[in-house]
């Protein structure tokens, strides 16, 4: 395409608006308007100058700022969409039908519709992610189409301005002063203990602070840039653990995903406020609310094994170090933390039985089984000995004459046994509930007695890796420092001119808070004697002085 | 002792933002520039009660601080507070760089409501719960409410800069619903009137029902039962009975609350326009003639420019790296996590549609209002209606 060769010389790319040197408008309908429009410094961006190919017209899509902002509307919308119920995340079921089960009991029709469409899912569909993903990709495309021009422009700029461009900046004023040259170098004398970058070219003055600010945007899109492509690595095999275990009192097991990783607990602690150590501060909450709960901690020893080493091999372990894990405070070794997430108090532990008569309640013996680890005899003494048959740990009932358990929890433990004592050599048959006795193959003489119980808690941990972490914080830190840039500085500057019959331009820009700009300039304009100047864009005062108040 | 000193603290603030509000509107009366120098002394005047005031609630937050043994952040109540404070601090920032009384007119009844707001709440100290005990509490939650305090300040520019120039004389889509943002404030003071009135009456009954689980549960009601719970009976002996009941998805004593709010608010809307014989927007729309546009638009867009990073930092930033300690993940969609982000994306909107689309004036005064509309659905709606992780109070 053609450049643009502006009368005063200089070659601007095509799509230019205002000479990138003097600042002539370029084009009829620029030159039309009464103020210039000074976003991009009316520099050619390849969006507008471009659009052929394939290429140039994706590009030109995703450098648009309003597909920007309808992209940013559409992911809003959506995003609010997802928390008129909970996610599937939230709901206490895992498999795909007890999760669809629970949308239509809990929120009727509009549930199981919620549930159909996608929605209970919806931050992890494919089409939430395509957004987020669009969005990303504008936020690159848009920035690169606008942050080179724009630098090229800001560093092309003259001292000396046409005119032209002078009277289309908002603020502006022109008129006979004195001493012109006088006025000026005074101008710049207080513009340069004001911080201001002045530069001279002849009769021309330019004073300029804080440019650094217009890279503001595109270094918080950067940050942004970083962060998603954080997100997006969480993906990758390596960089990303999530696990949870649960882990009872006095167990030692093998953290998973760890590589050799084992840990202990010693203890699960649950504490709640009580009205006696605080009566006067918390008395009234915990009057009202009840319960309050103050501590959920598990006391726990960290081993190594072995490199390679997995569950269930216990040996050759090193003791590491230990630790209270609480909420708030996860344990945290090699890349790995380890979170307090949940607990159950007082499952059962073991149980102790003994072997008696029914009719004299003569005991043969004590025996305890191990719930995590039923052993399939007990020996008592005088040779008689207990034979565990099965063993259902969480007890729900028969289907079929066959006993059902519905998980490997202790929660309702039953077992299948056989007695054998010295009178029934043979063994007698028993299934033993808690509370109750059943005998499927005849009456017995003998029976298990139950005698004791003993409980443990369980503390329900999440061990998570996040190796994306620190580009995620990094890219945090890129996006505060970029914004901070952009938002608590801002681009000034002022130009003064003598022209050639005499009258001097005063004229100024700033991307942001003009009232502080109009302040500078009061100031030296107060000191210097230039012409007067206002916002052509403040109505208000306009008609206040028109009424002459 | 000390909680005592800190709710007469709070007290005396809440006062003086009152005060402050009629020396403000004293400041912005009158057109005549003769009387000039008397309006200024009324403007120093309502700034330096502002400021007594502001003091005052800080030494609340101070004393509740001792008191409590943590920030005072951690409840509904609290957080109001604090926010409605943090509104006033963000408020007093603005005046001292652009000195426009009629920006405080308009700020101070915005707190003032808030923490009226905030009083009908359970007001006790409550004690943490594990998943609070972080210094993250203090540092997340004051960051998050500053910004969106700051924030708030765009909304009330917005507000000063429409009531200037909506012109209330020609029936139009800006004069309806500015007049529709009139009423939802009224409708707050709808919600405070009829709490107070019903706790000064002692108002007390109790309801069975069976909640979606199939479980028998009670539920006090605090003001007269509009809806019922499902399947509810009266425990209360001659309780009224609820006009209708609701399906057990429903939280049927919120439902009442909000519908006597709603009575309480139509009749005061009403009253006050009985009274005025105009609408809400046009006895206002004086209070705003002194006002240069060009500054309220300028002031809208500066707070969201100074907010938007503090917000950021606190709401979304520190919120991801306490969720990080505290949860084991510094993002889980959470209702409140996701509605900080709706918040953040609509602000980076507004910035780009000000900044790209030259969305300047009345379009970027309503969008500072849309802003401020989300912030407080966050704060109230989030909590009361959408359970998640963040429902504390």
Request: proline share 4%; net charge neutral.
């Amino acid at each position: 395409m053609d450049k643009i060769v502006c009368t005063c010389g200089n070659v601007n790319p095509a799509g230019t608006l205002l000479c990138e040197s003097c600042g002539r408008p370029l084009n009829k309908e620029t030159e039309d308007k009464k103020l210039v429009d000074m976003r991009y410094e009316g520099s050619a961006r390849r969006s507008q100058t471009y659009n052929k190919t394939i290429i140039d017209k994706v590009w030109n899509f995703f450098s648009s700022v309003k597909v920007g902002v309808w992209l940013i509307i559409i992911i809003l919308v959506a995003a609010s969409i997802g928390t008129i119920l909970p996610q599937v995340f939230y709901v206490p079921a895992t498999s795909e039908v007890d999760i669809a089960a629970y949308y239509e009991r809990i929120y009727g029709t509009f549930g199981t519709l919620y549930y159909e469409l996608g929605l209970s899912d919806l931050y992890s569909s494919w089409w939430f992610q395509a957004l987020v993903g669009m969005l990303g990709i504008s936020l690159i495309i848009a920035s690169l189409d606008r942050v080179i021009p724009l630098y090229k422009s800001l560093k092309k700029q003259k001292t000396k301005r046409h005119f032209s461009f002078l009277k289309r900046q908002r603020i502006y004023g022109i008129g006979n002063i004195e001493n012109g040259e006088e006025s000026i170098k005074k101008a710049e004398e207080k513009l340069k203990t004001m911080r201001y970058n002045v530069k001279r070219e002849g009769n021309a003055l330019l004073a300029e602070r804080g440019r650094f600010s217009r890279w503001g945007p595109y270094v918080n899109h950067l940050g942004l840039i970083l962060f998603l492509f954080g997100v997006m690595l969480r993906a990758l095999p390596g960089f990303y653990v999530d696990e949870t275990m649960w882990l009872r009192e006095g167990e030692r097991l093998y953290i998973p995903e760890t590589n050799g990783y084992f840990l202990e607990s010693k203890e699960f602690i649950y504490e709640t406020y009580s009205k006696e150590e605080s009566e006067e501060v918390y008395g009234d909450a915990i009057d009202r609310v009840g319960v309050i709960a103050k501590n959920y901690q598990t006391n726990v020893a960290l081993y190594k094994g072995p490199e390679g080493a997995v569950a269930g091999h216990l040996e050759d372990l090193t003791f590491e170090k230990e630790a209270a894990i609480q909420v708030n405070k996860p344990l945290k070794f090699d890349n790995f933390s380890v979170f307090q997430m949940d607990f159950r108090l007082d499952e059962l532990a073991s149980m102790t039985f003994q072997l008696q008569d029914k009719e004299t309640a003569e005991s043969f013996g004590e025996f305890t089984i191990n719930l995590s680890d039923p052993q399939p005899v007990y020996e008592l003494s005088n040779g008689s000995k207990v034979e565990i048959l099965d063993y259902y740990a969480d007890f729900t009932g028969f289907e079929e004459g066959v006993p059902q358990s519905q998980s490997p929890l202790p929660n309702n433990p039953a077992f299948l046994v056989k007695m054998y004592t010295p009178e029934f050599p043979n063994g007698e048959t028993s299934f033993v509930m808690i509370k109750e006795t059943l005998e499927p193959l005849g009456e017995n003489k003998h029976k298990i007695a139950f005698q004791s119980v003993e409980t443990r808690d369980v503390s329900g941990l999440t061990i998570r890796k996040d190796l994306t972490l620190p580009i995620l914080m990094l890219g945090g830190l890129i996006f505060m420092i970029g914004v901070a840039q952009g938002s608590y500085w801002n681009h000034r500057r002022i130009w003064i001119q003598q022209l050639e019959d005499g009258q001097v331009v005063i004229a100024a820009h700033t991307n942001k808070n003009w009232l502080s700009i109009l302040r500078d300039m009061d100031t030296v304009s107060e000191l210097a004697n230039l012409p007067k100047y206002e916002d052509q864009q403040d109505e208000d005062s306009k008609a206040d002085k028109e009424e002459g108040v | 002792m000390m909680v005592e000193v800190s709710s007469t603290l709070l007290f005396i603030a809440f006062v003086a933002y009152l005060v402050a509000t009629f020396l403000f509107g004293g400041a912005v009366k009158g057109s005549s520039s003769k009387a000039s120098k008397s309006f200024e002394r009324w403007g120093k005047l309502a700034i330096t009660v502002t400021i007594i005031g502001f003091v005052s609630n800080i030494g609340y937050f101070i004393t509740r601080w001792i008191a409590a043994g943590h920030a005072p952040v951690s409840n509904l109540f609290e957080f109001t507070t604090a926010f409605g404070m943090l509104v006033v601090g963000a408020f007093i920032l603005i005046y001292f760089i652009y000195r426009i009384p009629a920006l405080g007119l308009f700020a101070l009844p915005i707190a003032i409501i808030i923490i009226g707001y905030a009083s009908m709440f359970p007001r006790e100290i409550t004690p943490l719960i594990p998943a609070l005990k972080s210094y993250w509490l203090t540092v997340h939650v004051i960051t998050a409410a500053l910004g969106e305090a700051i924030l708030a300040i765009s909304a009330v520019a917005g507000l000063i800069y429409l009531l200037k120039n909506i012109d209330m004389t020609k029936k139009s889509k800006s004069r309806f619903w500015i007049e529709a943002v009139m009423y939802v404030v009224v409708l707050v003071l709808g919600f405070i009137a009829a709490t107070t009135t019903f706790t000064l009456a002692d108002y007390k009954v109790e309801f069975n029902y069976v909640n979606k689980e199939e479980q028998v549960l009670t539920m006090e009601y605090n003001v007269p039962p509009i809806f019922g719970m499902n399947e509810s009976e009266a425990i209360t002996e001659n309780a009224m009975q609820p006009l209708m009941e609701m399906p057990p998805l429903v939280n049927a004593k919120k439902l009442s609350v909000v519908t006597w709010s709603v009575i309480f608010g139509t009749v005061l809307y009403i009253l006050l326009r009985l009274i005025f014989r105009k609408r809400i927007a046009s006895v206002l729309q004086p209070f705003t003639k002194k006002v240069n546009s060009q500054f309220m638009d300028e002031i809208g867009y500066r707070s969201v420019l100074i907010g938007f990073p503090v917000f950021t930092l606190g709401a979304l930033i520190f919120a991801m790296i306490w969720a990080h300690e505290a949860w084991s993940r510094f993002w889980g969609w959470d209702p409140k996590e996701v509605w900080a982000l709706i918040t953040w994306l609509f602000y980076a909107a507004f910035l780009h549609l000000r900044l790209s689309k030259g969305w300047e004036g009345k379009k970027s005064a309503w969008l500072a209002l849309i802003g401020f509309i989300i912030i407080m659905f966050n704060l109230i709606a989030v909590n009361l209606i959408i359970a998640g992780l963040h429902s504390y109070a």
